[in-house]
């Protein structure tokens, strides 16, 4: 009888282990999909600036079709992005064609006081700290999760359920540093040859002729 009782308690609490370990990483998958509709809100939000973005600097800098053109392709990637790990990439692109297109609006003057420029700026600035807020927390879930279904004895359970480790959103490091811009070639010409030759300090004049005796 004795048996009989512990047999039962065994399978009492392997049971209430499996019942708690399932439902432990259902609520940690749940948790990461959530957390991702955060960044996923904010990365929507960014793209969807950006075809009046690309319209405004068209208006004044019509020529720089390569860095418009790359804003464009970056954004479509971002679009058509299918799991974390491509929208982080595409994210990371997305900024670094943006910090391209507002270097470049440097020399834009016009451009630069636009309103309409101004705060789209902002609001693309806006955005990115917000997707940067809601990728530490995503992150955060992520790395629990992942735990959760990696360490022994829950490892198991994963397996027998096909619970997989999810991405994280990678923010890379060129993402986060500036790009800088050379607008030297970029220039006029005449205002080229201007610095030029302000660049070049004037001839030293030519010495005076040696007096006969003077060594």
Same mark, same amino acid.
């Given at each position: 009888?004795? #048996?009989?009782? !512990?047999?039962? $308690?065994?399978?009492? +609490?392997?049971?209430? &282990?499996?019942?708690?370990?399932?439902?432990? +990483? #259902?609520?940690? @998958?749940?948790? #990461?999909?959530?957390?991702?509709?955060?960044?996923?809100?904010?990365?929507?939000?960014?793209?969807?600036?950006?075809?009046?973005?690309?319209?405004?600097?068209?208006?004044?800098? =019509?020529?720089?079709?390569?860095?418009?053109?790359? !804003?464009? @392709?970056?954004? *479509?990637? +971002?679009?058509?992005?299918?799991? *974390?790990?491509?929208?982080?990439?595409?994210? /990371?692109?997305?900024?670094?064609?943006?910090?391209?297109?507002?270097?470049?609006?440097? =020399?834009?003057?016009?451009?630069?006081? /636009?309103?309409?420029?101004?705060?789209?700026? @902002?609001?693309?600035?806006?955005?990115?700290?917000?997707? =940067?807020?809601? @990728?530490?927390?995503? /992150?955060?879930? %992520?790395?629990?999760? /992942?735990?959760?279904?990696?360490?022994?004895?829950?490892?198991?359970?994963?397996?027998?359920?096909? &619970?997989?480790?999810?991405?994280?959103?990678?923010?890379?490091?060129? $993402?986060?540093?500036? %790009?800088? !811009?050379?607008?030297?070639?970029?220039?006029?010409?005449? =205002? $080229?040859?201007?610095?030029?030759? *302000?660049?070049?300090?004037?001839?030293?004049?030519? $010495?005076?002729?040696?007096?006969?005796?003077?060594?």
């Amino acid at each position: 009888m004795v #048996v009989v009782i !512990v047999i039962i $308690a065994v399978l009492v +609490l392997l049971g209430l &282990f499996f019942m708690l370990t399932y439902n432990g +990483l #259902v609520k940690g @998958r749940l948790r #990461v999909k959530e957390a991702y509709s955060g960044i996923d809100v904010q990365l929507k939000r960014r793209s969807s600036l950006i075809p009046n973005l690309v319209e405004t600097v068209k208006g004044y800098a =019509a020529h720089e079709s390569g860095t418009l053109e790359a !804003v464009t @392709r970056a954004r *479509a990637q +971002l679009d058509n992005a299918q799991t *974390a790990g491509q929208a982080a990439q595409a994210n /990371n692109m997305l900024t670094q064609t943006l910090r391209s297109l507002f270097a470049v609006a440097e =020399a834009y003057p016009d451009l630069k006081a /636009n309103t309409n420029f101004l705060e789209l700026q @902002r609001e693309l600035s806006d955005t990115e700290e917000k997707v =940067a807020y809601a @990728r530490q927390f995503y /992150n955060s879930n %992520v790395l629990s999760y /992942n735990q959760s279904v990696q360490v022994f004895p829950k490892v198991l359970l994963a397996n027998m359920f096909g &619970f997989q480790p999810e991405e994280f959103f990678e923010a890379e490091e060129e $993402a986060r540093q500036d %790009v800088h !811009v050379d607008f030297g070639a970029a220039a006029p010409a005449g =205002a $080229a040859g201007a610095g030029a030759a *302000a660049a070049v300090p004037p001839s030293a004049p030519p $010495a005076p002729p040696t007096q006969p005796g003077s060594a």
